[in-house]
């Protein structure tokens, strides 16, 4: 592995030489190590499963983050291949949480979400943990969460047999009445696309930073909804998120439409433990 991790160093910085390399938590997709050299710390993220595109999106939505200057994300300092196996190298990011971190996520998430946007969706190779997302770029919020992400993870799991007959007809039948609770022209805003508890963390100063997105441009509620759905996340983040860009009071009856995509995910990367809270949604608007 050091050998392999002192290739792509050569490839960015050909002067500095490895001096320290351990593993470290990079979740459940990729190998991650902390690499220290004479001149600076690196996080380096790997995966021999995947394509360098898998990283080309998550540095594209990084770049993306950054370009708003609301929020901050590690700078990304490489995204190569080395020995054919893709990798990419950040920024070492490490702080302690304070008393101001939740108040300045909450306050800097919905600065985000206000900068300018346009469209819905994104277009390119995209993902979603690790599965490909189809996407492109549309006018239509309704008909880009239906026909790319609903439809998306359904057509996945009515191929891996996680989908059968009598959700699939739930499903099918909520994507048809989606308009009824989902605007079609929400305000566009950049979101982070898979903001759960371990998507952030604090920084120097006890600053927050945003990690691991999986950007596109839409309804900024989809973002809060996933916020919600697995807890992590302090009452003070959404005072202090409201108190920027209050959510509106429809956010409450349509949050879980834009949490149904994200169970679909796990349902499909994980199996079925997901499936009950999948079918609670489909129940509840679908009949």
């Known amino acids: 592995m050091n050998q392999l991790v002192a290739k792509g160093l050569r490839k960015i910085s050909p002067e500095e030489r490895v001096e320290a390399i351990h593993p470290v938590s990079g979740g459940d997709i990729n190998q991650a190590y902390y690499v220290r050299t004479n001149e600076q710390e690196y996080f380096v993220k790997l995966n021999r499963q995947m394509k360098l595109g898998f990283f080309k999106f998550e540095e594209r939505g990084l770049k993306l983050i950054r370009a708003t200057n609301t929020i901050d994300v590690p700078d990304v300092l490489g995204c190569l291949e080395a020995d054919g196996i893709p990798m990419l190298w950040l920024e070492w990011i490490e702080g302690e949480r304070t008393n101001e971190t939740d108040r300045l996520l909450g306050e800097r998430l919905a600065a985000l979400h206000l900068a300018d946007a346009e469209g819905y969706g994104l277009d390119g190779e995209c993902y979603i943990g690790k599965l490909p997302q ?154």
């Open 134 to 287: 189809e996407s492109r770029l549309m006018d239509d919020w309704v008909e880009y969460y239906r026909d790319f992400r609903l439809a998306g993870q359904w057509k996945r799991g009515k191929a891996n047999g996680r989908i059968g007959q009598a959700r699939e007809k739930r499903l099918v039948k909520l994507m048809e009445r989606l308009d009824e609770w989902i605007p079609r022209t929400p305000k566009s805003s950049l979101l982070h696309g898979d903001l759960w508890g371990g998507n952030w963390m604090p920084g120097p100063g006890g600053n927050p930073y945003l990690i691991d997105p999986a950007v596109l441009f839409g309804d900024r509620e989809m973002d809060l909804a996933f916020t919600e759905l697995f807890g992590g996340f302090s009452r003070r983040f959404y005072e202090a998120y409201e108190s920027v860009f209050p959510l509106p009071p429809e956010y409450e009856d349509r949050k879980e439409l834009y949490q149904l995509y994200y169970l679909l995910v796990h349902l499909n990367l994980f199996g079925e433990s997901y499936g009950p809270a999948v079918d609670r949604i489909l129940r509840k608007y679908a009949g």
